[in-house]
């Protein structure tokens, strides 16, 4: 059964840091790229980042660049998102989801394309 599950979440004040896992199962990491996706309240889903597994290429959305960083341990099929200097804008549920057609990141992830598998998500708020 393939299962994605997030974890990590929480509350923390505007500059701080957070560090959410993806624990992957079910398949074999190496064969799918991986998506981050948020939803803040009353907005529409956005991806965040997607890590293509085939050579570790990650690409980031403007609004996180220079404050996420994607990561991953193999050996523990899971996917990290560093978050750090968090603002509240930031507040979101986020959630990982599998890239069902490829190991690399294909042009309209962000807007969900080809994610075949999710995460239930984990809530973040960042406090002003």
């Known amino acids: 059964e393939v299962k994605l599950v997030e974890s990590g979440g929480g509350l923390v004040q505007a500059g701080g840091s957070l560090r959410l896992s993806c624990v992957l199962s079910?398949?074999?990491?190496?064969?799918?790229?991986i998506g981050w996706f948020r939803q803040a309240p009353g907005k529409e889903r956005e991806g965040v980042s997607c890590f293509s597994s085939s050579d570790g290429w990650t690409r980031y959305e403007d609004s996180v660049k220079g404050r996420f960083t994607v990561s991953s341990d193999s050996a523990k099929n899971t996917v990290y998102l560093q978050m750090n200097n968090l603002q509240p804008d930031d507040t979101a549920v986020y959630s990982c989801a599998r890239h069902g057609l490829s190991n690399q990141c294909l042009v309209g992830w962000s807007g969900g394309y080809g994610m075949d598998y999710w995460g239930k998500g984990v809530l973040v708020t960042v406090s002003s």
């Open positions: 079910g398949f074999t990491f190496g064969d799918y790229a």
